[in-house]
């Protein structure tokens, strides 16, 4: 039942081989690129704050979409090696070196490793019952950084992170912080991307869309799962490691259930299997939480929630899934 | 030694309670699971609201006509919320499951955000009835009254769903459309009403546990994704769809849950979803997923 119903999320063109990028796809994040890097120059001071903390949840959001989209298991717990990752790279800043890639390096090291011990009892599972079992495993690890005190704070989280630091300077200023989250986030989602559009990527859909086929055909999907899961859980930690760049503080709600909701709603909401939509879809709740949350009493949930009650029944496929094509049967496709 | 034996009898007895509040909560879950496919991911959610009701109800000068009023306000509200979520997920039947576990968590967020607009943040502690707020003495230990109350009514309340699941023609029917729902169409039952009843009565039972157990789980902010979690570890662990399972499951979480704290506070909850880790590697299906069911 996991793999075909997960599988109807959305189910871009079946491509074995390497995909190619299109003149226009091309231009297109060309553009994205050099806007987002000339965003400080326009923006004041705290809206390129928000757009930094927005490419740091579109990250997570699109490393979800590996496991969601790609390879068809619905993750509710992908917030755990998001927190991880924050947690070492805070830690490794204060008691190791805050030297430009440790922290990161930290981070994603943390959130791969986890990954590979939770990942090997999860994936076993499909469906909804992986959707329980990543949720309860998630608990489990902010268990762990409630009551770890020493090491992580407990409930008040490790606050006070050492600011991280390129070539002897503190990276304190918002526009060098946005350009060093952009890098990475640039980085983190080549290394998505080219997963996606390797075989790999190609034999990750394949298992989605039917598992005991590709099982005959000489496959171990056990394997494949799990790669992808540890992948996914170590783009998780890169984006935690800039989250602790950013904020200088982790706490338990970053592993938190709402946290993994949010991202699991950014992949819907932008569309599952296409790595571009969750990070529109990452913006999109973002600008909700922290920008109209406020002038709603910090009840940004509740519209999120709203929002995403609407995109179940009318985008199943997502931003992403909304066809901008000259045809028009086409412009409003519904999951077959 | 006789000190140990005493931490013994209250971690035993809290389990207990724990556990067959427990219960009551995850039988709605995995029996809407079992015959609808429908992962309800806002049936915490559902909890917490019952849980407000006794707040908004009772508060702190309790009365048993206060009491009695709370249970009928929260079970209106659970047929309320059953009927909303069954109206909800009714269009997506023919989607994913994942689609409609999606459609309740979104549920889910919006309701634990208007709990809260409504109720404000703070932790909401609610008194037990009269006479039961003191203690009772167990085997020459102090115990709370209130939780051996507890502890009955979540025995009768676990008998009766045993009864009506196991021992009547309804519960045959209910039972014969987790196994399989196709076969019971083909012969000619309209399982439909049935369906939407156990739907409404699994919400009912969730207020009413909210109810019963908001002396014990104070509503606040945050306890709709804890009481989810723990129902769904109970429900995994027993087998979706299974009613014994989740009562053997409800008791061993209850067990753990409480003796773990007992002695080890800090490894209660590795201990928790440890033997569901346990369970899933051995059995990946619950417990209890082969006496009824298997169409997994």
Redesign the interface.
Known sequence: ?GA??????ARPPYRPGYAHVGWRAGTATTVAVLALASAPFFLAPYATTALTRMLIFALLAASLDLLVGITGL?S?GHAAYFGVGAYAAGWIAGHGTAAAPAPLLAAVAAGALMAVALGW?AV??S???F???T???A??VR??AV?WEPVTGGSNGMYGIAATRVGGTALTNVAHLHWYVLFWFLVGLLVLWSLSASPFGATLRGIRDNEPRMRAVGYRPFRYKLAAFVAAGAVAGLAGGLLAAQQRLATPEDL???TS?LA??AV?IGGSGTIWGPCLGAALVILVRDSFGPSL?G?G??V???V??VV??AM?RGVAGVRWSRRRPQLRTK?G | MANWVDIGVIAVLNGLAIGLLLFVVAVGLSLV?GMM?V?NLAHGAVFVAGAYVAWWVVGGSPTWTGWLAALGVALAVGALAGGGLLL?TG??AR?????Q???T??????V???L??AFGEDVRSVSPPPGLGGTVSVLGNAYPAYRLLLIALGAGLAVAAHVVVERTPLGALVRATVADRDMVAAVGIDARLVRAGVFVVGSMLATTAGVLGSPIYSPRPGLD?TIL?LA??V??IGGLGSVRGALVAALLIGQIESTGRALLS?LA??LL?GS??IV??LR??GLFAGAIGGQ?
């Open positions: 039942m075909a119903g997960a599988g109807r999320l619905p509710l009892v076993r599972s469906g909804v019952f959707l329980i079992i949720l309860a495993l608990e489990v268990q762990l009551s938190g259930f709402t909701a699991l709603l819907v009493d009840h949930p509740l999120l929630g709203l995403f009650i179940v029944y199943p999951a | 699971f496919d992962l909800m269009p997506l989607r994913s499951h994942l689609e576990a999606l459609l968590l979104g549920v889910a967020l919006v634990a955000e208007l809260s607009l994704s979690i769904l570890v429900v995994v800090d909850s590795f979803f569901l880790a899933l590697a990946p299906r997994h």
